[in-house]
């Protein structure tokens, strides 16, 4: 009888506190965009307008795209994310105001970031304010054209490997997976330039840096969705963004390959590199001289775990997202004959101008620019 009225008494507290959360936002949170007079998408309880995100029905650009279409005669439309008003701008006019002029107020993305308990989220994707404003003007010098042009022949050498492992797939007749192999290149490629590792993914799919890659990317709507548009929620919990293996397998690989390049000297022509000269000096060479003037100040070096962030965002937003365009823009020429031979002649006359492939090769293929960005 006593678990019973305990049972009773809990279900009563939590329905009033249901009852209450509902009025507070019908009455309270979604009144937001009304009170200011501002058209709005009217919201339910309690996700406001992206319940569909949340149980994985649509993904957050598709919300957002009806939205749009359904008030793009409008300037701007408010809508709610969870009790988040989020205003939606329509009129490129009010988008180039907010985005120059009123830059200093906006640059936010808004998005969880908590470098006590997950250190690879203190990267610039996701850092706010002042802290993103200070990573920004100290990473700017390491993705200049002269800096590319630095890490170049990584990337040549990395290609290199692909075309003999397609060649020997191609002798052999056999049927292949293509958004694999570019995921397991563009993991070697990555891995090779921002860790300074050569993991060979190619051919060992298997191995652990395609494993915990495959984790990093692996679709979490729920939480995904929370970052974005409740992130207080994660930080009232202290939850950590990324998976708490991938976070120690990064780490470890990282610290261990920059030990391992102080203690023998070894210095490699990679985005690696480039931290490391930040965590050393607090700034990285010039492009056009080997001199440079020295910064006083230690406090603008980069720590263990800040300098692994930004290798370990590089590694993030590169392999799967540069996999995946490359696959559908393949998909796309192998249906449109005319553009894939229109794209081979201009690579070829392009190639042989140059002698071969070179940065300045690849900047005058316009037509295969275009048809990738297309």
Aim: charged share 25%; proline share 3%.
């Amino acid at each position: 009888m006593i678990v019973e009225w305990i049972l009773l008494k809990l279900f009563g507290v939590l329905f009033f506190m249901i009852i209450g959360l509902y009025l507070y936002f019908k009455l309270i949170v979604f009144n937001f965009w009304r009170r200011k007079g501002v058209l709005y998408e009217k919201p339910t309880f309690p996700t406001g307008n992206i319940a569909t995100a949340i149980f994985n029905k649509k993904s957050i650009h598709n919300i957002f795209e009806e939205i749009y279409i359904k008030y793009k005669s409008y300037p701007f439309v408010g809508v709610y994310s969870f009790f988040k008003p989020i205003l939606v701008i329509n009129d490129p006019n009010l988008i180039r105001f907010v985005m120059t002029k009123e830059f200093s107020s906006f640059h936010d993305r808004g998005m969880y970031c908590n470098e006590k308990i997950d250190p690879l989220s203190g990267h610039l994707f996701l850092l706010p304010g002042t802290k993103w404003r200070n990573l920004r003007i100290r990473l700017t010098p390491t993705f200049t054209s002269g800096k590319i042009k630095y890490i170049f022949k990584i990337l040549q050498e990395n290609g290199l490997l692909l075309e003999k492992f397609l060649e020997k797939k191609a002798r052999k007749k056999e049927e292949i997976e293509i958004k694999e192999i570019f995921s397991c290149f563009f993991t070697d490629t990555i891995m090779s330039t921002a860790f300074g590792i050569n993991c060979n993914c190619l051919e060992y799919p298997e191995s652990e840096f395609r494993y915990w890659g495959k984790r990093i990317v692996k679709p979490r709507p729920f939480i995904n969705t929370i970052m974005t548009f409740a992130s207080k929620i994660l930080e009232i919990f202290s939850i950590p963004l990324n998976d708490k293996g991938a976070s120690r397998f990064f780490l470890n690989v990282f610290e261990e390959t920059v030990q391992y390049r102080d203690k023998h000297n070894v210095e490699r022509r990679d985005f690696l590199n480039l931290i490391m000269q930040l965590m050393k000096n607090g700034y990285v060479k010039n492009d056009e001289e080997n001199e440079t003037n020295p910064v006083k100040d230690t406090s603008k070096k980069f720590t263990m775990s800040e300098a692994a962030a930004q290798a370990f965002v590089f590694y993030l937003a590169g392999f799967e997202t540069t996999s995946s365009t490359v696959t559908f823009c393949l998909y796309e020429l192998a249906l449109n004959q005319d553009i894939q031979k229109k794209t081979q002649e201009e690579i070829d006359r392009v190639l042989k101008k140059h002698g071969g492939i070179s940065y300045n090769a690849i900047n005058e293929m316009t037509y295969l620019q275009m048809v990738v960005y297309g």
